[in-house]
């Protein structure tokens, strides 16, 4: 039963994702799923450079982590697809990966849907191009020597520890993009200069821990019509922009050396973003960081946008459904036997994903 779910499924994506110069391989660690192969390293080990891989959810996470290297290095260039990091279907299951080690052999690798519930890094490499969209990072994102990384509709959610962390004095880093991601979490940047772009991003700190969980220490960076919701201090931003940003408790934005214009802090009117539902401190998946229609985040972004998660053209999506594919939100059995060389016959209901 479970092969043919898992087939059926993969069916609509193959479709999308398949060309005359690139394969795609299903990959499910679930004894009873069906797919091509039983675990990541042999599809990775058998695909060529651009293949696909379609990774089901399962309990079980993939790549363990190699207690001798600290993590899997990542090494080569594919796209990889997953659940998203919290879908609405009648079996929800999150596709999980360990932590990794991102290597240059894997640049331009593009990850959709994806949980990672270790740290991905890139401390042995110098990377580019690498791709993250609708993923969940339980633990750090530490980067090093990196270029070109572009992350949207992402969540960063551990706020015990940095959501991104830049450990290396040395490190090079430019055009970093995050577009409509969540954090809730500190920033480590380490006080070195980087070209990093925060734009319609949320800044989230939870109420029970310290105050300067969302407390940066950022040098060089430019946020445009993001939303910080609790505790950030800004002192630890220096010689960055902030143009059309919302902080609900800062009274001065932009402050000390950083410049900027058309900001709305605690001097405002009003500074508070108004979501359709928030817990009031971390992030939930039950939220909706839609504005509500009263919201004064409305139409005061870049060229009249939206400020927020929502007023970007990445499509946000509570859902983190992954946006370039059909979701099979249920199937139905309707014969539970076969004859051999019967049919089987199946009921499936599949949509769109939820891109709002």
């Known amino acids: 039963m479970k092969k043919v779910i898992l087939t059926m499924a993969m069916m609509a994506v193959i479709m999308l994702t398949a060309n005359a110069q690139s394969h795609t391989h299903t990959v499910s660690n679930n004894p009873a799923g069906g797919a091509q192969f039983s675990d990541m390293q042999s599809a990775i080990n058998a695909s060529n450079l651009g293949d696909t891989l379609l990774v089901e959810g399962t309990v079980t996470p993939y790549l363990p982590p190699c ?53 991905v890094s890139s401390q042995n490499s110098s990377i580019s191009g690498y791709d993250f969209e609708d993923c969940y990072f339980d633990q750090t994102f530490a980067m090093s020597s990196c270029t070109n990384l572009v992350l949207r509709n ?14 290396d004095n040395n490190f090079i ?8 991601c969540i954090f809730n979490g500190s920033f480590d940047g380490n006080n070195q200069d980087y070209s990093s772009t925060f734009d319609h991003c949320l800044f989230l700190s939870s109420s029970i821990v310290s105050t300067a969980i969302n407390a940066f ?59 359709v539902s928030h817990n009031g401190s971390g992030y939930s998946a039950s939220d909706n960081y839609n504005l509500q229609a009263n919201s004064p985040a409305i139409g005061t972004g870049t060229n009249g946008c939206d400020m927020g998660l929502h007023g970007s053209t990445s499509h946000f999506s509570e859902r983190g459904e992954v946006l370039i594919a059909p979701l099979i939100r249920r199937m139905t059995i309707n014969n539970t036997s ?11 209901h599949a949509t769109t994903p939820t891109d709002h």
């Open 154 to 167: 992402c969540v960063f959610n551990n706020p015990s520890i940095s959501s991104l962390a830049y450990p």
């Open 67 to 119: 207690f001798q290297c600290g993590s899997v290095n990542w090494n080569k260039q594919l796209v990889v697809i997953g659940n998203g990091f919290n879908p609405n279907k009648s079996n929800p299951i999150t596709t999980k990966f360990f932590g990794l080690n991102l290597s240059n052999g894997g640049n331009n690798t593009v990850f959709y849907g994806v949980e990672f519930t270790q740290t």
């Open 338 to 348: 076969v004859a051999p060389n019967g049919n089987l016959n199946v009921t499936i």
């Open 217 to 275: 220490h950022i040098n060089g960076a430019i946020f445009t019509n993001c939303i910080f919701m609790n505790n950030t201090d800004f002192s630890r931003i220096s010689n960055s922009t902030f143009d059309n940003n919302m902080a609900r408790l800062s009274s001065i934005l932009p402050n000390g050396n950083n410049i900027g214009s058309n900001n709305i802090d605690i001097n405002s009117p009003a500074s508070d973003p108004l979501f």
């Open 173 to 180: 880093m430019s055009n970093l993009t995050f577009i409509s």
